[in-house]
């Protein structure tokens, strides 16, 4: 609770400035979310509108309101209840492409996107430690650079959250 508590409260203060995600992640979203055990977050277009009156001179909160379009974060507290499975499957069989796999002992990330030419519409990412599993999913409009860009930047560029793994992603 306490990390996606964290990770909302980075994005929203981080000064970051299509639709929304496939079918099967609102479905497994929805399937999940707020059942016991879980832990899950919904940001929805209109949030994302509101930052942009924030401070209209902060260009990261205008990076935030222009390019992204909703974030879905799912926590289970149980790693064997194996949701992350369900979605593997699914992106196996979609037009989403792996663009990165970390593996740092008993820490799995995966990272996916859909895109069309340079435009994401789509990040996914997949995380599982010993202890629980995690979906981040961002809907959007973005380039490759935006993804770098949000790895670096606020406290993700410099903290051990998984989306950090993202700001070297242009020199992979």
Known sequence: MKRIAAIVLVLLTMNL?????????????NKYAGKKGFTSVLIT???????SFV?????DLKFL????????ILVSEEKSIGFTNEI?????????LSIMEVIDGTQKVN????QDGEVISDLILLAIDENEEVLLA???NMKMSDLTALGKNGSFG??????TLLKDLEKK
């Open 17 to 29: 400035g299509s639709a929304f995600a496939q079918p099967f992640i609102d479905n497994v979203f």
């Open 45 to 51: 277009p209109e949030l994302f509108k509101l930052l």
């Open 55 to 59: 401070d209209k001179e902060d260009k």
């Open 65 to 72: 309101s222009e390019k992204l379009k909703s974030l879905k």
């Open 88 to 96: 593997r499957s699914e992106l196996s069989k979609s037009d989403y």
């Open 111 to 114: 990272f996916y996107i859909k």
């Open 138 to 140: 961002i809907t959007g």
């Open 158 to 163: 410099s903290g051990t959250g998984h989306l």
